[in-house]
């Protein structure tokens, strides 16, 4: 059963690491939510380690500067960890099999923002998907863009049986309050045509059990995973063992949300098997 504590404070104890998602929970694409960043400084003030992992589909060395930028200073966590960033040391270093049997052309679906993420990788960008080996999903262009408007390219990649990598698992994402897709909503469709999909960050334990490694975690039941979505936050860390918190303002506001009053019912209603919450919130706070 899903318990509702008045703060992050109330259920801390016996918690040695905090995995906190960053979009829907520490800020909504434009700027940090005061009072996610003094649960920041409440968990390093008790000791509590925090590792920010996001399913931003972006290296480190972006995602760092751009947190700093709306207010997330590096010295309120431990560790940063992006689902952008498995992909590309993946791609690199061709460390699994599926990596390493990509071959070097790929087509990407990728917005004008990030352009940039192929360099540094023994890759080449084509612009006819005839022509290549893989498709990289990375994010689209604008907001009104559908997944209706990569069919085209979903169906020719198909009939080619290419795979496609993505990286970003999330389907929607809320930039300043406005829905846009993301890159998962993409490499779902492409996976309900029957095609082959690569894909790293939350809820696939890859994500997790680099940042238990890094930690230096042996048990899971002492690491708090904290996140907006019940698919991938939710379902991410109870799928190795860790506790779970949902910030109900995030993804599911507009389902879970009576103004700014949790909706027991309705999410009890909403979370399906393996998407319970242990804990859940309205809003992150201390």
């Known amino acids: ?30 700027a940090a ?35 700093r930028e709306i207010g997330i200073a590096d010295d309120l966590y431990a560790g940063l960890y992006t689902s952008g960033e498995e992909v590309w040391n993946h791609i690199a270093r061709k460390d699994q099999p599926a990596y390493a049997a990509l071959g070097r052309r790929v087509y990407q679906i990728v917005g004008g923002q ?14 006819d998907v005839t022509t290549a080996d893989f498709v990289l999903v990375i994010g689209v262009d604008s907001p009104n863009d559908t997944v209706a408007d990569f069919m085209p390219v979903l169906e020719t990649a198909r009939a080619r049986s290419l795979p496609l990598v993505c990286a970003n698992p999330d389907l929607i994402v809320h930039r300043g309050g406005i829905a846009e897709i ?16 690569i894909i790293e960050g939350k809820p696939y334990p890859g994500i997790y059990r ?19 979505a019940l698919r991938t936050d939710v379902a991410g860390a109870k799928g190795v063992g860790a506790k779970s918190l949902l910030i109900a303002g995030g993804i599911h506001h507009s ?20 998407q319970q919450p242990d804990y859940a919130l309205a809003y992150l706070a201390w």
């Open 210 to 228: 680099r940042v238990l490694r890094d930690f230096g975690i042996t048990d899971p039941a002492r690491v708090l995973g904290i996140g907006d």
């Open 182 to 197: 993301c890159a998962g909503a993409i490499a779902e469709k492409y996976r309900d045509m029957g095609g082959a999909v």
């Open 255 to 274: 389902e879970l949300l009576e103004g700014t009053v949790l909706d027991q019912d309705a999410l009890a209603r909403l979370a399906v098997s393996g």
């Open 114 to 127: 990030d352009l940039s993420f192929l360099d540094g990788l023994d890759v080449s960008a084509v612009d």
């Open 33 to 67: 939510y005061p009072a996610a960043l003094e649960a920041l400084r409440q968990l390093k003030r008790a000791g509590v380690k925090v590792a920010l992992v996001s399913n931003a589909p972006r290296r480190i060395e972006v995602v760092r500067p751009r947190m």
């Open 1 to 30: 059963m899903t318990r509702f504590p008045n703060g992050l404070g109330a259920i801390i104890d016996g918690i040695d690491l905090v995995v906190m998602d960053l979009w829907g929970c520490m800020h909504d694409g434009i």
